[in-house]
């Protein structure tokens, strides 16, 4: 009885921030949590005056040193051995706390949301909780993504690679990420993003990806990087550049050769290379002459350039080169066709719509005569897709030969 009241007289007179009325309600929350009713909703047997103040005796402590012993108070009720991540498996009565008192005293909840974002061992709280506040010590996976400039899904990877230190709880999707704020600071300060390392030499990230160093691996940092281009310097020549030159980071306008491919060449030698203003981007100001690419690695026409000399539509390109009447070079996605290939081509390929043209008949007449001829097609055709069929010239030039009118005789 005499802390119980003593305390509720102090809160009285004024010398306790919480109103009295909160205060009681406090003190009251946690003699029936400290019964053993840990659920919301959950009651106990209404007890007599003297079993009362049994109840109240041991918690009625918890307002003195506010907040101290009220935070102390819900620590040690807390589950340390708990699997999860989430702050409410860790400590279930912040849950009790809030729904109770968080309309009618936000201050209550408060202190345990300031005693939470100071504390670096407890879980990460998320940004959109009550609990959350602004500069918290302990982070989850966003939160520390966003100081280090990269994905969330990269952070829990970071510390499963020890790279980066952290806890880990749960799998798959509901994995829950502690990390420290000021490991996740540290980290931020000693790696260049690959972005920013990307943009400084003025490549995107995925140009960067696809280069390759001299032990045959990816450049990661920006030392990498530098090491390189150092390597480039060296081979480029004295001189104007030619009239045909173009920067290194816009090889890939080419359709054709990788910028891989035109760093390889440089570096073996057989392919020029000049450096230009110095204010640019390393691969912005070395240069390399287009025909000289072209010519050294089998570079040549888009689809859309293919498709313009042969005066064909562009879905019948891929279709030439699957049928084998077009040359093609290099991993699928990234075929270069060169000017050769496409007069080759042009030389022994025609279509049915331009046979008939140069025989001066329709196509329907030209196709019945090659029917009874029994000359099939190299690639059929396909009206719903719009693609005339193709044929081979020297198996229709007598077929086509007598298709021509004779000429009328002048008397």
Not at 106 to 122: H, K, V
Not at 298 to 324: F, I, K, M, N
Request: charged share 25%; proline share 7%; aromatic share 4%.
């Amino acid at each position: 009885m005499s802390m119980v009241r003593s305390v509720l007289e102090g809160h009285a007179l004024g010398t306790h921030p919480l109103p009295v009325g909160e205060a009681a309600r406090l003190v009251w929350f946690a003699g029936v949590r400290s019964h053993g009713a840990l659920r919301r909703g959950a009651t106990i047997d209404r007890p007599g005056i003297r079993d009362t103040w049994d109840l109240l005796e041991p918690v009625a402590g918890i307002l003195d040193e506010w907040p101290l012993r009220f935070v102390e108070w819900v620590v040690a009720r807390g589950r340390n051995g708990a699997r999860g991540g989430s702050l409410y498996e860790h400590h279930p009565l912040a849950l009790d706390v809030l729904r109770e008192f968080g309309g009618s005293c936000p201050a209550i909840p408060g202190a345990l949301a300031d005693a939470f974002a100071a504390d670096a061992s407890a879980p990460p709280i998320r940004t959109n909780s009550r609990f959350y506040r602004e500069g918290a010590a302990t982070l989850d996976s966003s939160g520390a993504a966003r100081i280090l400039g990269v994905a969330p899904p990269t952070v829990a990877r970071r510390i499963g690679d020890g790279t980066l230190p952290g806890r880990v709880a749960g799998a798959g999707r509901r994995r829950a990420v502690a990390v420290s704020r000021e490991h996740a600071v540290l980290a931020s300060r000693a790696a260049v993003p690959p972005d920013n390392v990307a943009s400084g030499f003025g490549l995107s990230r995925a140009q960067m990806a696809g280069l390759r160093t001299e032990s045959g691996s990816s450049p990661k940092s920006k030392d990498d990087m530098e090491r390189l281009v150092r390597q480039l310097d060296g081979r480029a020549g004295s001189g104007p550049p030619p009239k045909d030159a173009i920067a290194l980071a816009n090889v890939s306008s080419l359709r054709g050769p990788t910028l891989l491919t035109a760093v390889g060449l440089v570096m073996e030698g057989r392919l020029r290379c000049w450096s230009s203003a110095a204010h640019k981007p390393a691969f912005r100001r070395l240069l390399v002459s287009r025909s000289q690419l072209l010519r050294e690695a089998g570079g040549g026409l888009s689809v859309r350039e293919v498709a313009g000399c042969l005066r064909v539509p562009t879905r019948l390109v891929p279709l030439l080169v699957g049928a084998g009447c077009l040359e093609a070079s290099g991993p699928p996605g990234r075929r270069p066709i060169t000017r050769l290939a496409v007069a080759r081509c042009a030389e022994r390929y025609a279509t049915a719509g331009e046979i008939a043209a140069s025989a001066r008949t329709n196509t329907r007449t030209l196709l019945a005569r090659l029917e009874e001829a029994k000359v099939e097609p190299v690639i059929p055709s396909d009206p719903a897709s719009g693609i005339s069929s193709v044929w081979r010239r020297d198996e229709i030039e007598a077929v086509a030969g007598r298709l021509r009118p004779r000429r009328r005789r002048s008397r």
